[in-house]
């Protein structure tokens, strides 16, 4: 998943989405950032050649509506979903309002009915063959992926499609088995779910949301993020072709409002919220007291540690996965770079190297390491955040390379010099830009890792095994990568500490938030 | 010289707060009477105020780390040493459910003996949960993967308003076995009960600030705890519908964990029911760590 080595080159892709060339001579003999001259920088004697996936093969409608009961509905209120790499509309969505919503939880609550007393074995079946249909079709749900959110193909292809399914195989053999989870424990399914999810994710985040809510026997009413409506609607054409009873999947389209009219819906027995710490506050005040179940999957500023003795090449790829993955959209990113003073210099030279390389462009190209940044809006958030960390006196660090003419892209940028304070040390800028801050010791890097409202991950670099135990426990995030960084799996529950939220998704503790434990 | 009399006039115990392994007084100064089912008065007890809170909140942070840290073996002893001087005390509790809690003689004794059987049965678990709710995870690359329990932090137990006893424990045992400090608020008919517990607590090998005990009114105190920013959690028994939303809405700031229950009756504290290892689950936070597994020449899963 993560962005591999490849010769050290400034992209300047042909590609549908074209891009000026740089000057690239300059990096011939000293790249910037390198202290030690290169003799030759292979990748400058030539480009990559344009891979860009054809898109030809992909259905989709270009005006959507909901679906509920079983059917896709129509709508109103029409917005548009842009691709953020041409800035071209992709399909138009409505957008549901507080009647659509009930409509919705009505029919999921009908079919709570059926689903709910179904016998697990079937229900497992059922979601084996979602698993099995999406497999099946997992190029067009990469290609539609990328198209609508931005993220590079080889992302969508490789990471996201690949564990949408394995997400509801995985939960698919739970649903028969669910009471040999908790020993001891009678268990029964909440009722009706609403699930609102963010655009980082589109499709994964749908069935981290789904997968564990069916195969425990409740339905849901599931909100995709407006900006990356696509892959939701062809989720719910699998759904409806694998023959689902209607109503236990409820999909609806809109912004925040629709959002609010499911958080405030009075049949819903169970929020879940995947997004930042801001709505997530507001769900929270929204719900309370009103006996509705809550998991919330929020913000993150996570640390990436980096001690002498790590293997710094490997610890500089993990870095550049820790933030660059995915454009920096990604609520778990080693946003934070904690390094070594020891090594500082050595790190940052190589990071400088290797952000060079990055080939920033075309989504839909197979060369492609970062894609668009996903909307408008969120590229201007990115820039006002790095701005800020200019004026505050960080030093910034950006990629040479060109960007395309169209659409959303941001350079990969870092910025040393970050002290504790600094809003790019303390705000989640969901972006591809790196904070790079320094400590002497492991208690020190304990410390300013933890000094954030945030716990959702870090990334603990060290060639010392009992040290790499001690960080782990002493860090206070609910994943934690040794040596490794932004890895995820269905079995491997993922959520946060402290303002990241609480509950989690994946394994046999993401059963949790939907079950009554008795 | 006039002959004296013999009778001798009762030593009356000042009932003060437990925080941070110390008994204070109040630092607000006020004081609530409690008395018996006769009316008569059975002590002036310390109405907490916010500052007391705060004082207890600090006390509980700072042993939190500490009492975490400790091997689930040196844990579970602790426990085990509490229903160990609760065994020795027993009498001295039986009576005063009697005298102060109007409990019948029979109700007093099923009381204290289920106090102490409990205690033993959340002692047995400091070692046992991690791997009841633990365990690594067969993910598909090639990573070394576990999830394991860890403690959240401080908690704040808003106890049971029955069972002056029995109740506590049954609230306050779960959060602690996971590694969490705690702040007790009592507010209930015979909160002296509550003080006499903390005595058995002090002289228990339990550190100083794991427990923290307040007695006052809980209604005065519920929006200062809903709002300090450095309570990880909420354990509300009781609460009502007003309470348990002004808690929630409170708790948003800094996206505490909250988990409210019902209050049972003081025989029904004495149920199978009233104890579970899923009593701990709402205390803990899941962490989940991966590590690359090298690829050693000749290696295999299976030989």
């Not at chain 2, 047995?124 to 993910?139: A, H, I, M, R, S």
């Amino acid at each position: 998943m993560a962005p591999g080595p490849r010769p050290l080159r400034c992209t300047s892709k042909d590609t549908p989405v074209t891009a000026k060339k740089t000057t690239k001579s300059k990096k011939t003999t000293k790249p910037p950032g390198s202290d030690t001259p290169h003799a030759l920088l292979y990748g400058d004697l030539w480009d990559y050649a344009p891979a860009p996936e054809s898109t030809g093969h992909t259905r989709f409608e270009k005006k959507y509506g909901h679906f509920i009961g079983g059917e896709f509905v129509a709508g109103k209120d029409h917005f548009k979903s842009i691709n953020p790499a041409t800035e071209e509309p992709i399909a138009e969505f409505a957008s549901a309002d507080a009647a659509m919503v009930d409509k919705a939880v009505k029919a999921a609550r009908k079919a709570h009915k059926v689903w709910g007393k179904m016998r697990g074995s079937e229900r497992a079946k059922y979601l084996f063959r979602i698993a099995r249909m999406i497999q099946e079709r997992s190029r067009e749900l990469a290609v539609l992926e990328s198209m609508d959110g931005g993220k590079p193909i080889r992302e969508s292809r490789d990471v996201d499609i690949p564990l949408v399914a394995a997400h509801f195989f995985h939960y698919a053999g739970w649903a028969d088995k669910l009471e040999y989870a908790f020993p001891g424990a009678r268990v029964s399914s909440v009722g009706v779910a609403g699930q609102i999810i963010p655009w980082n994710f589109p499709l994964l985040m749908a069935a981290w949301k789904i997968a564990p809510a069916l195969a425990t026997g409740n339905t849901v009413v599931l909100k995709p993020a407006e900006t990356t409506p696509l892959t939701a609607m062809k989720l719910a054409e699998i759904i409806a072709e694998a023959g689902l009873p209607p109503g236990v999947v409820n999909i609806v389209n809109g912004a925040g409002k629709t959002g609010a009219a499911i958080v405030d819906h009075p049949d819903i027995d169970k929020i879940a919220f995947t997004g930042s710490t801001d709505v997530g506050k507001i769900i929270q005040r929204a719900i309370a007291g009103t006996g509705k179940r809550l998991t919330l999957e929020l913000g993150g500023k996570g640390a990436n540690i980096i001690f002498a003795d790590a293997a710094i090449d490997q610890a500089v790829e993990g870095i550049i996965n820790g933030i660059f993955f995915n454009q920096g959209h990604v609520c778990c990113a080693g946003s934070r770079l904690l390094v070594q003073e020891s090594v500082h210099d050595e790190v940052v030279a190589k990071l400088k190297l290797r952000i060079e390389s990055l080939i920033v462009g075309d989504p839909l190209d197979k060369n492609t390491d970062i894609g668009a940044i996903n909307s408008k809006e969120q590229l201007g958030r990115i820039k006002a955040l790095v701005d800020a960390g200019a004026s505050e006196g960080a030093t910034m660090h950006q990629s040479s390379c060109a960007l395309p003419d169209r659409g959303y892209f941001f350079r990969p940028t870092f910025f040393t010099g970050v002290s504790q304070s600094h809003r790019i040390a303390q705000e989640e800028i969901f972006g591809p830009v790196l904070s790079v801050l320094t400590f002497r010791t492991p208690d020190e890097a304990v410390a300013k890792a933890n000094n954030t409202p945030y716990g959702l991950s870090a990334g603990v670099w060290t060639d010392k095994g009992s040290r790499l135990f001690e960080m782990a426990g002493a860090l206070r995030a609910g994943v934690i990568w040794g040596n490794t960084f932004n890895k995820f799996d269905p079995t491997s529950p993922f959520g946060g500490y402290k303002e990241s939220g609480f509950g989690r998704e994946g394994g046999r503790q993401g059963l949790l938030p939907y079950l009554e434990v008795r | 010289m006039s002959k004296e009399t013999t009778s001798r006039i009762n030593v009356l115990k000042t009932y003060k707060l437990y925080i941070g392994g110390a008994f204070p007084r109040t630092e607000s100064g006020r004081y609530d009477r409690q008395t018996n089912a006769k009316g008569d008065l059975v002590a002036n007890i310390c109405r907490a105020s916010r500052k007391d809170f705060r004082n207890a909140m600090v006390a509980a942070r700072k042993a939190q780390r500490g009492w975490a840290a400790r091997s689930a073996f040196n844990r579970s002893q602790i426990l085990y040493r509490m229903a160990e001087m609760l065994e020795s005390r027993s009498a001295t509790f039986e009576r005063a459910l009697e005298d102060a809690a109007g409990y019948k003689k029979k109700d007093a004794a099923a009381e204290v003996a289920t106090a102490i059987d409990r205690l033993v049965w959340y002692a047995g678990w400091c070692d046992k949960f991690t791997q009841l709710f633990g365990n690594t995870n067969p993910v598909a690359s090639a990573h070394f993967n576990f999830t394991f329990p860890e403690a959240m932090g401080v908690v704040t137990v808003l106890a049971p308003k029955s069972a002056p006893l029995l109740g506590l424990i049954s609230t306050f045992a779960p959060v602690i076995v996971g590694g969490n400090s705690t702040i007790v608020v009592v507010d209930n008919d015979a909160p002296t009960i509550a003080i006499e517990l903390a005595e058995v607590l002090a002289t228990s090998d339990l550190p100083g600030g794991v427990v923290n005990i307040l007695t006052g009114r809980r209604d005065e105190l519920t929006p200062h705890i809903g709002s300090h920013m450095d309570l990880d959690a909420i354990f509300a028994v009781g609460s009502d519908k007003d309470e348990e939303r002004a808690l929630s809405i409170a708790a948003t700031e800094s996206i505490k964990r909250t988990k409210f229950i019902d209050d049972r009756s003081a025989s029904e504290w004495r149920d199978a029911d009233a104890q579970s290892p899923y009593m701990i689950l709402p205390f803990i936070e899941f962490k989940t760590a991966w590590h690359p597994i090298g690829g050693v020449a000749g290696g295999g899963g299976a030989y």
